[in-house]
């Protein structure tokens, strides 16, 4: 089952990142556009409206979305890494400052036992 389970993410992983480009996008826009004399020719207000919102609409918007949601996603990973570079800075420098009290306090406390 972990194998069938294993291809088929993989398949899902490459269909997504084909469906999710601009050029599938414009591939869509065109195929959608096919159908456009046929709609406007029944001269059908609803039969437009149809064709907009069930036929151009959902076959373009979806990889548009996709391609949106994929330069979020990077935009996220880019502001998540500069915090944790940011956090791993702070982190280092705080380690530095409190061995360095640990040295003086060490030093301190050697200098008060000898008194």
């Known amino acids: 089952m972990t194998n069938l389970s294993s291809f088929l993410d993989r398949v ?3 269909i ?14 065109a195929l959608a556009l096919v159908s456009l004399p046929g709609a406007i020719m ?3 207000a609803v039969v437009i409206v149809a ?4 036929t151009f609409l959902q076959l373009v918007l979806l990889p548009i979305i996709m391609v949106g ?11 998540d890494q500069e915090t944790h570079d940011e956090v791993m800075k702070s982190h280092q420098e705080l380690h530095a400052l409190l061995t360095s009290l640990d040295a003086r306090h060490e030093t301190l406390t050697l200098e008060l036992r000898k008194k």
Not at 16 to 29: D, K, L, N, P, Y
Not at 51 to 54: D, E, R, V
Not at 73 to 78: A, C, F, I, V
């Open 51 to 54: 064709w907009i919102a069930q």
């Open 16 to 29: 997504t990142s084909r469906v999710g480009t601009m050029w599938t996008a414009i591939i869509f826009a």
């Open 42 to 44: 029944t001269h059908d």
């Open 12 to 14: 899902g992983t490459v």
């Open 69 to 79: 949601q994929r330069q979020q996603g990077e935009k996220t990973e880019l502001r």
